[in-house]
Nanobody, 125 residues
Framework: QVQLAESGGGLVQVGGSLRLSCAAS????????MGWFRQAPGKELEFVAA????????YYADAVKGRFTISRDNAKNTVDLRMNSLKAEDTAIYYC??????????????????WGQGTQVTVSS
């Protein structure tokens, strides 16, 4: 079992930065692929970024590529999402997810078994 808890959300102006953090409990955290997803009001859940269990592989949605950076610290059981140059369309609830160790189909929400409660990010103009 893995329990996930996100933090770091908040209100930021367009062009600003935020760092989201996801703290995981459970002995097997280091073996999981970790992902970040988001859901804006009235929209479907959207993939944002993923990182392999070693941290050696990362994958980003086109909408955030070059602006967001995902990283993990297996010693601390944390995965972070650094968000720069934020846009109004980045406003959403952001979720941390964990699932499996193999690096495949990482943009699909169905491959993730564990989910956090989410943290709100609001980008205002």
């Amino acid at each position: 079992q893995v329990q996930l808890a996100e933090s770091g959300g908040g209100l930021v102006q367009v062009g600003g930065s935020l760092r989201l953090s996801c703290a995981a409990s459970g002995r097997t955290f280091s073996s999981f692929v970790m992902g970040w997803f988001r859901q804006a009001p009235g929209k479907e859940l959207e993939f944002v970024a993923a990182i392999s269990w070693t941290g050696g592989n990362t994958y980003y949605a086109d909408a955030v590529k070059g602006r967001f950076t995902i990283s993990r610290d297996n010693a601390k059981n944390t995965v972070d999402l650094r968000m720069n140059s934020l846009k109004a369309e980045d406003t959403a609830i952001y979720y941390c997810a964990a699932g499996g160790s193999r690096w495949y189909d990482v943009q699909s929400s169905s491959r993730y078994e564990y989910w956090g409660q989410g943290t709100q990010v609001t980008v205002s103009s």
